[in-house]
C-alpha cells in the first residue's frame, strides 16, 4: 500500500514567475527513420515559481518555443493562482490563437501546463499522480529506437538490450531505405526472439497502397504487431483504409502530431490506438482531454516519447495502452534531470515517495548545453 507524504496545503498562492531554458544535446551517433535526418535534440524546460516551491515542465521543440513562453504565456500566468491549473491552460489557449496554435504554440502552453500542474501538487505535498487521480499503478513501455541509420549489428545490440532487460516489445524506424528493411526486419527478430514483441514506424514514408502491401508483409513474416504512421499522419482516409483493409492484429497507430482537441477528433475514427505527446498537446490538460475522447470512442491511447514526464500523467489515463522508452529521451532526461524513473518489469512506475512529478533540473550539468535565448521586455 502506497502512503503519500504529509499534505501541507498551501491555498491562494499566485505563481510568481516563469523561468525558461533551452537545452540543445547532440545525440551520441547520427540518426535518421524513414522521412528525417537529425545529429542532436533540443529540450525547453520551465519552471513555475510560487510560494518557494518550483514545478518543472518541458517540450522537445525549437528553443523558438521559450520565446513563445516568455512573450506570450508569462503574462496571463504570473500573478494568477496556481491552484486554477485549467483556467491557466484556456487563457494560454486563448493567448496564442492568432499566432498559431498547432505546432510551437501549443509545444510552449504544454511545457507550461505541466509545470502548472507538478506546482499545484508541490504545493499540496502530493505526488502528481495522486493529485490527477490514478486510474493505474504503472505504465507498460516499449523500449523505441532502431534507427534507419543503425548498423544491424547496433539495432541488434539496441533492440537484444531491451528484450534481455524485460521490456517485452520493442520498435525500429521504416521506410527510408525499404528494399534495406527486410534484412533488418530479420536481423531484429533474431535479436529478440519469438517471445518479444515486434513494433515498425514509418514517420509517414509510404504512400497508401504501399504501406498496405508492407503491412501485410510486416505481419506475415516478421510478426510485427503495431505499425505506426505508415502514411502520413495528415493523411486521415489513409490511416483509415490502411486500419480496415490491413492484418486483424496489426495494430494502426498515428498521434504524435496531434496538437489541439480538434486533431485528435479527427484521428479517433482513423486508427487502431490513439498517440498523444504530453510535450505536444497541452500538456496534462490537454492530455486527459484526448484520454476522455479516447475513452469515449473504446480505443486505447498510448504516450508518445518523453519518458519521465509522461509516467505520472499517463498513470490517470484510463485506457492507456503503453509508454514509448525513446532512445534519445530517455539519454537526455537522464542527463538534465534528477529522479527519472527507470523500467522495471517492462513498466515505469510514478514515484510516489516525492511530491509532484519527482524531477528536478540539474542545472550546473545542463549548463552546458545551453541556448541563448532573447531578453524578453513585457
Known amino acids: 500500500m502506497h502512503r503519500a507524504p504529509q499534505v501541507v496545503v498551501t491555498v491562494g498562492a499566485p505563481v510568481e514567475r516563469l523561468e525558461v531554458h533551452a537545452y540543445t544535446i547532440p545525440t551520441d551517433e547520427p540518426e535518421s527513420d524513414g522521412t528525417l535526418e537529425w545529429d542532436s535534440t533540443t529540450i525547453v524546460v520551465v519552471e513555475a515559481h510560487a510560494d518557494e516551491h518550483a514545478g518543472l515542465g518541458y517540450t522537445y521543440c525549437d528553443a523558438a518555443a521559450a520565446e513563445v513562453i516568455s512573450s506570450q504565456l508569462a503574462g496571463v500566468v504570473e500573478g494568477e493562482d496556481a491552484m486554477d491549473v485549467r483556467a491557466a491552460w484556456l487563457r494560454m489557449c486563448a493567448q496564442v490563437r492568432n499566432a498559431g496554435q498547432p505546432g510551437i504554440g501549443f509545444c510552449a502552453v504544454s511545457a507550461v501546463d505541466q509545470a502548472l500542474w507538478d506546482l499545484k501538487a508541490r504545493l499540496l505535498g502530493v505526488p502528481l499522480v495522486v493529485l490527477l487521480g490514478a486510474a493505474h499503478e504503472d505504465v507498460p513501455i516499449y523500449g523505441s529506437g532502431g534507427f534507419c541509420s543503425y548498423t544491424d549489428e547496433r539495432l541488434c545490440e539496441q533492440l537484444g538490450g531491451w528484450a534481455e532487460a524485460g521490456i517485452p516489445r520493442v520498435k525500429m524506424k521504416v521506410g527510408r531505405e525499404p528494399e534495406r528493411d527486410p534484412a533488418r526486419l530479420d536481423a531484429a527478430r533474431e535479436a529478440i526472439g519469438d517471445d518479444v514483441e515486434l513494433y515498425v514506424d514509418a514517420n509517414g514514408a509510404f504512400a497508401r497502397k504501399e504501406a498496405l502491401a508492407w503491412a501485410e508483409r510486416y505481419a506475415?513474416?516478421?510478426?510485427?504487431?503495431?505499425?505506426?504512421?505508415?502514411?502520413?499522419?495528415?493523411?486521415?482516409?489513409?490511416?483509415?483504409?490502411?486500419?480496415?483493409?490491413?492484418?486483424?492484429?496489426?495494430?494502426?497507430?498515428?498521434?504524435?502530431?496531434?496538437?489541439?482537441?480538434?486533431?485528435?477528433?479527427q484521428l479517433v475514427g482513423c486508427v487502431d490506438c490513439l498517440q498523444a505527446d504530453v510535450t505536444r498537446c497541452g500538456g496534462i490538460t490537454g492530455l486527459l482531454s484526448a484520454s476522455g475522447l479516447a475513452n469515449a470512442h473504446s480505443i486505447d491511447v498510448?504516450?508518445?516519447?518523453?519518458?519521465?514526464?509522461?509516467?505520472?500523467?499517463?498513470?490517470?489515463?484510463?485506457?492507456?495502452?503503453?509508454?514509448?522508452?525513446?532512445?534519445?529521451?530517455?539519454?537526455?532526461?537522464?542527463?538534465?534531470?534528477?529522479?527519472?524513473?527507470?523500467?522495471?518489469?517492462?513498466?515505469?512506475?510514478?514515484?510516489?515517495?516525492?511530491?509532484?512529478?519527482?524531477l528536478e533540473l540539474k542545472h550546473r550539468e545542463a549548463a552546458r548545453f545551453s541556448v541563448q535565448l532573447a531578453e524578453v521586455t513585457r
Open 302 to 358: 498510448s504516450a508518445h516519447c518523453a519518458p519521465a514526464i509522461s509516467t505520472h500523467a499517463f498513470c490517470a489515463v484510463e485506457r492507456r495502452r503503453h509508454l514509448e522508452y525513446f532512445h534519445d529521451h530517455v539519454r537526455v532526461e537522464g542527463m538534465l534531470f534528477d529522479g527519472v524513473p527507470e523500467p522495471d518489469g517492462g513498466a515505469l512506475r510514478p514515484d510516489r515517495s516525492r511530491p509532484g512529478n519527482g
Open 220 to 265: 506475415a513474416s516478421w510478426s510485427v504487431t503495431w505499425f505506426e504512421e505508415p502514411v502520413s499522419s495528415d493523411d486521415l482516409e489513409g490511416l483509415r483504409l490502411i486500419r480496415d483493409s490491413g492484418p486483424a492484429g496489426l495494430v494502426i497507430a498515428a498521434g504524435e502530431y496531434a496538437y489541439v482537441p480538434a486533431d485528435f477528433r
